[in-house]
């Protein structure tokens, strides 16, 4: 499922592409611009240019994603926002949140990930009724006890609050998002990461070390793709098969 030490691991490697994290920034501040363009009318354009700038995403590029949006770059391609939804072998669902300029270029990358890995694309509605859409934060517990977390939680209309040894997670409502990141930005709290991700009702185990290996190299792919910002999943895979996993594909990875 879509928690953090998992998605930290993964994109070790794709943060160090910084083309996909300028894309995905650029993209997100476009959508985010669409209501209105200017930054202090805009609370969460403003809050996506500042994780853009965060990232190190230059000014240029934040200048451009704006403009596309409020139609002063005429030769800019819309952004769209296009969720694809699967019912993968095992019973695993996931939920595929893209950012595109290109439906027909998104779908055809999407589908082909899924071909070559053996999992099958389903109709709209098929995992999305067991998944809800929520707002994520995660707060580095090295920097902050989860004692001082917990106490500023119920300042916000945050929903609910998990402590782990990698992480504190915070979930809010879509609609309150905003307000408690600004909250604990405010108080200067370090944030890990925050976004709109979807959260599962339930989880399903795989036990199959081929299956998992399968999962594992769908969920890279899916991590280098242009047009892909979240992948929300309900999958549990036990520490000791996944590790076994890694060092597998770490084995047989091909080095220049």
């Not at 595929?96 to 990930?113: E, F, G, P, W, Y």
């Not at 793709?225 to 979240?230: H, K, L, M």
């Amino acid at each position: 499922m879509w928690r953090w030490p998992v998605v930290a691991k993964r994109r070790d490697a794709v943060n160090a592409v910084k083309w996909k994290v300028f894309a995905i920034a650029a993209k997100l501040i476009s959508l985010a611009a669409q209501s209105w363009g200017d930054i202090d009318m805009n609370p969460s354009l403003a809050m996506e240019v500042e994780k853009a700038r965060k990232a190190w995403v230059p000014n240029d590029n934040i200048t451009r994603a704006i403009k596309k949006w409020t139609w002063e770059d005429k030769e800019a391609a819309v952004i769209t926002e296009i969720v694809y939804e699967w019912y993968a072998a095992g019973g695993v669902s996931l939920m595929i949140s893209t950012l595109t300029d290109n439906k027909n270029r998104t779908v055809a990358n999407i589908r082909h990930i899924f071909a070559k890995y053996s999992w099958n694309m389903w109709e709209s509605w098929a995992v999305s009724w067991m998944f809800h859409r929520k707002g994520i934060i995660f707060i580095d517990p090295s920097k902050h006890t989860s004692d001082e977390i917990e106490e500023l939680v119920f300042e916000t209309d945050a929903q609910d609050f998990i402590s782990e040894d990698w992480y504190i997670k915070i979930i809010s409502e879509v609609e309150d998002f905003n307000s408690v990141v600004k909250f604990f930005e405010e108080k200067n709290i370090s944030i890990l990461e925050s976004k709109i991700a979807f959260i599962p009702d339930t989880e399903t185990e795989i036990t199959e070390f081929d299956k998992v290996l399968k999962f594992t190299k769908m969920m890279e792919a899916f991590d280098e793709d242009e047009d892909v910002n979240t992948v929300s999943t309900n999958e549990i895979i036990d520490e000791k098969l996944q590790k076994e996993v890694n060092e597998f594909i770490e084995k047989n990875t091909f080095r220049t």
